[in-house]
């Protein structure tokens, strides 16, 4: 057959690994559509950068996870394919979209067979056995495609063509058997009396990494949060006399760290059960125990394709796919933060109050109880400490236990986690104390495709018309608490059951669980002497904490429809007798978003993020677009194309036009030799949620700098965000010039290419961080102390960002956030790749393939006040737009082919890199304890042998694999953030063994 090197490496094609000659899939290259192109062509000649996956390089990745095979190509960045939920950039490990470039998922068009899909999730788009081979373009399209296509289009293209049955049964599971999956899948196709039917399945099930089965990170990283249960809490001071003074102390519970369960090893669960006395005063709780590395998943698809001939001239191509995931993620019991500056005072006559009254040197105080109903009086008027309650009577002679009866302070939260590790634990609960985590869902997606083709009689042209309906359901599980039960649970109104037998009080104190006297506690009531005083103790019942959890349910319908109308073929013929061909159209788009929350979010009744609204909205896009491809072959100077292609693209609204050119050329001048260049504009339109959202808040992790001591922890707040209709789309210029050559008879293939995006106007959502960064810089120039509670509510009230709300004690309680067309973000890169092939007769075929990305650039400026800076090399972890970028990600193939026999040994290098943490505090702490802020260098190592039998199972082949991936196992050396890995770059699971079992017949 004819050998066509020098057209496989123009457009940098990653050959398959596993095949025993470079070209046998030789006839399926005649007459396609590349992807970058709507010109048929009878090759994979293209002037813009290409690189194909083929079914066989989605084997020897060896995961259920397709979205880990894009996420170890080396030109994509901060693809989430395993868990991390509460990271600084929250991956759920269920959702693996590519991210060309690391300029984020929605800069990468996900395309299935030339068709836009808004099922942008990888990791169960469509079953892998029907997958044939997927494109990878790495340059603009938006003249083509429209928008979303800046940094490039991932096209996922299907085996239409297949014959035959296929059953495959796949297998893999980590070193310790601590996590593994299963994959079952069955393909069947054959040709009809007028057509082609083929039809795949598939069924995946794989299991929970808990963090604790990584204990050596969990150890080393950080999983400690500032807010606790039992908590902190503002306790009034009062002199020696007993008379209050009107200021007030932050004090832990006093039964925080008393009863430690398993001890101190953060790696074991149920560690510091009564929670972590932290030196600021705060009562922290270890929660990496709660967590996953990687949620379970139940995974189904299903993908069919149906042509039909109505006559030569005449065909039909119809697809469906439907595909269904659903995972349960672990998660806290309670996130941090909430609305705890709305709770009211929390009386001392509260049956869980451990806050004795007493004098600063610990005597005990006594109240006034003139009427002996065991309450303390008091003083109707009186209200020395400014809290809103009126002032207990101290007894006659406060010291005296006969003169009055013990009581307790009224105290006001300063930071409190709702549930903890004390104490009853929901219904809903895990037995371990874990809660549903952030990544608890089940969506269901369905996608009909047709296509409908005429090839006009004794012409080149072909017109075709078609459709896409694509339709998501998302139905979501999320965790909070009632606000409202909160509030009656403080002041004992709580009713959990219309047969509960009244109202009853919900325990917030350590009391839930421990006993406590004159301010000490202990597991166990023994440990006092009840003649010393009473012995508080009161345990939360289990209706009472069902009462006050909330297992929501919020549903997301997305629905997207497609009509479009191109037509193809030859304009007229060249001086050089080559044809100008074109491509033009018309599509026509609709999205519509229907969000519908959960009821008691509606009514504003959860405790973390308050208020979410339902909302339904939609919008129209029309396009027209052109292609020209005008080649020049046989000039004497070597062959020439020029591509020429343009699309107009009307939003309407605010949101507007878009018009975008782009130019290519390839040129090759010998035979051995290709270069190319492209230049375009490319850009992505605001989403329906962007522009639309109604007000909604949730939680982030901020640090005040102006309140100093008054709140130095990094802490959890309720952010508020909300659409913004004036928003523009985000705009892009983007380069690329690139040459390869082919030599030693097509053996040696070598190519570069250099390629330059150029964001504007990047749409971003401001952080909590940002706002309060800015405003405390504003502050210090105005002539304001840190830590001075006057001033912070003085300015708080003037001159200060009025998107902050601080409570009477002057810390953050929530920040309005929002969405706003700010950023710009430049990114360059080289990409480079070889491939020499040893073909032996009597031992095989050898050969050798490598790819290699180096970032030369991230510049970013994200505004806010905020300096720029460049994130190649950089963890990023403080810019949530930016994902961790190390400069060179190198993988390189060693493949023996030989009879049946099949091999294959795979490196992947990944450069190190400086850390640069989310928090300024953990910043140092990971500098003082492991010394360092670079991460080392990492070199993984897979090794894959198969072998094909001919007649082992009846007709057909039978195919045998195994393999070990991270051969050596491997780890990053852990360090001091959330979960103790970056594992936007490197792999928790460690070495994990692999076996595949396939049938053809």
Known sequence: MENKPLRLAAV???????????????????????????????????????????????????????????SNQTMNFGTDFQAATYSAR???????????????????????????????????????????????????????????????????????????????FFRTQTDDRAWDSNVYEFMNGSSTDNGHFAFALSYSESSELQQVERPEFLRKGFSRSGTGNPGDWSVPQRDETGALTGEYTRLRDPGCGVENGSGTDVGVKNNYRSGVPLSDGNCGLQFG?????????DKFSLWSNFEYKFSDDVHNQLDLIVSRLDTDSRGSPQNPGGR??????????????????????????????????????????????????????????????????????????????????????????NADGSNTGSATFDTVDYRISDTLTWTVPNSSWDVTAGFVYQRNLLNLVEKNTSQGALVHGLQGSLVPTPTSGGATYWNPFATQELYCQNGACAPSPSAFNPDNGEIVHYPNTQEVVDAINIEAISTED??????????????????????????????????????????????CDWHEGGCGYDYNESQDVHSVFFELLAPFNNTGFGDLELTLAGRFTDYGGAIGSSTDPKIAVLYQPISTVSLRASWSTAFIAPTIEQQFEP??????????????????????????????????????????????LALLDGDLDLGLDYAVYDFEDRIATTTMNQILQRDAQAYLAAGNTVG?????????????????????????????????????????????????????????????????????????????????????????EEVAEVPPMPEWNVNANLNWSLGGHLANFRVRWIDGYEMSFDSAGLQRAQQAVNGTLEQDPIMYMDLIYAYTFDGLLGDGQTRLELGAYNLADEFPDPILNLGGIETFVHDVRGRRYTFRLSHDF
Not at 719 to 730: D, H, Q, T
């Open 695 to 740: 007000t909604d808040c949730g939680l982030q992790t901020a640090f005040d700098p102006i309140a100093g001591d008054i709140d130095s922890s990094n802490s959890f707040r309720v952010a508020c965000n909300r659409g913004n209709p004036e928003l523009e789309p985000e705009t892009a210029t983007v380069y690329n010039i690139g040459g390869s």
């Open 558 to 603: 997305t629905t997207f429809y497609t009509y479009d109308l191109m037509a193809t073929g030859d304009l007229f013929e060249l001086p050089t007798g080559d044809m100008m061909k074109t491509a033009f159209g018309y599509q026509y788009r609709n999205d519509e978003l229907d969000v519908d929350l959960d009821d008691s979010r509606n009514r």
């Open 90 to 168: 929250g991956q759920i490990g269920t959702n693996s979209q590519a991210n060309l470039r690391g300029l984020g998922d929605r800069a990468t068009l996900d395309l299935i067979d030339g068709k836009r899909s808004a099922n942008g999730n990888l990791n169960n788009s469509l079953p892998q056995i029907a997958i044939q081979r997927i494109d990878i373009l790495t340059d603009g399209a938006s003249a083509l495609y429209g928008t979303d296509a800046v940094a490039g289009v991932v096209n996922v293209i299907t085996n239409k063509r297949f014959e035959g049955t296929k059953f495959q």
């Open 289 to 297: 125990e709660f967590w996953n590395y990687a949620n379970p998943q």
């Open 12 to 70: 940098g094609i990653a050959l398959s690994t596993f095949l025993p000659t470079s070209f046998s899939q030789e006839a399926a290259i005649e007459e396609i559509v590349v992807t970058g192109s709507f010109i048929k062509r009878d090759s994979f000649d293209s002037s813009v950068p290409v690189t194909v996956v083929g079914a066989e390089d989605i084997e020897a990745a060896a995961t259920p996870n397709l979205g880990e095979v894009l």
């Open 788 to 876: 001075d509670r006057d001033q912070i509510l003085a300015w708080n009230a003037g001159p200060g960002d009025q998107a902050i709300y601080r409570d009477s004690t002057g810390i953050v309680t929530r920040v309005d956030v929002g969405r706003l067309n700010a950023q710009q973000m430049k990114h360059v890169a080289w990409d480079i790749y070889a491939r020499y092939s040893v073909p032996t007769d009597s031992y095989g075929l050898f050969s050798t393939k490598l790819n290699a990305t180096y970032v030369d650039e991230y510049s970013y400026d994200l505004g806010f006040g905020i300096p720029p800076a460049d994130g190649a090399g950089r963890q990023n």
């Open 340 to 429: 705890t500056e709305e709770f009211p005072i929390v009386l001392g006559d509260h049956p869980g109050n451990p806050y004795r009254a007493m004098t600063p040197d610990g005597q005990l105080l006594y109240a006034r109880d003139a009427d002996g109903d065991g309450v303390p009086d008091r003083a109707a008027g009186t209200d020395v400490d400014d809290n809103g309650v009126p002032d207990v009577i101290l007894a006659a002679d406060p010291f005296d236990s006969a003169a009055g009866i013990p009581f307790y302070e009224d105290v006001d939260v300063v930071a409190l986690r709702i549930f903890g590790k004390l104490g009853a634990k929901p219904s809903a609960f």
